[in-house]
C-alpha cells in the first residue's frame, strides 16, 4: 500500500521558516487525483487538519495558519509540499501528509518552535 514519507522538519525559532516535503513511498498512479492534505498531531492530540489541497491545485487552510502557510504539489514528482512562515510555538507537533480520508499514516515529521 503507497504512504507518504514527510521530510523538511526541525527546531527553528518563532517567527522563522520551513519547508515541508511528502513523497510517496511507491509510484501511485492515482496520485495526480488524489486530494491532499497535512496534518498536525500536537502531544496527546489527534491528527488536525492544517491545509488541503485539490487535484487542480485549489487550496484551503486552517485559519490559524492562514497567511502564514502554503500547500503546493507536483504530480510529476508525486510530492506535496508545505511552506511555513512566520512560525509560532503553537505550530509545534508532528506533521504528515495524507491522501484526505485515509487513516494510513507516515512517520510524520517533527516540528518544533521554540527560543
Known amino acids: 500500500q503507497v504512504r507518504f514519507v514527510e521530510s523538511g522538519g526541525g527546531l527553528v525559532q518563532p517567527g522563522g521558516s520551513l519547508r515541508l516535503s511528502c513523497t510517496t513511498s511507491?509510484?501511485?498512479?492515482?496520485?495526480?487525483?488524489?486530494?491532499m492534505a497535512w496534518y498536525r498531531q500536537a502531544p496527546g492530540d489527534q491528527h488536525a487538519l492544517v491545509a488541503s489541497?485539490?487535484?487542480?491545485?485549489?487550496?484551503d487552510y486552517e485559519d490559524s495558519v492562514k497567511g502564514r502557510f502554503t500547500i503546493s504539489r507536483d504530480n510529476a514528482k508525486q510530492s506535496v509540499y508545505l511552506q511555513m512562515n512566520t512560525l509560532k510555538p503553537e505550530d509545534t507537533g508532528i506533521y504528515y501528509c495524507?491522501?484526505?480520508?485515509?487513516?494510513?499514516w507516515g512517520q510524520g515529521t517533527q516540528v518544533t518552535v521554540s527560543s
Open positions: 495524507n491522501t484526505v480520508g485515509s487513516l494510513d
Open positions: 489541497i485539490t487535484p487542480t491545485s485549489a487550496s
Open positions: 511507491a509510484f501511485d498512479s492515482f496520485f495526480p487525483y488524489n486530494y
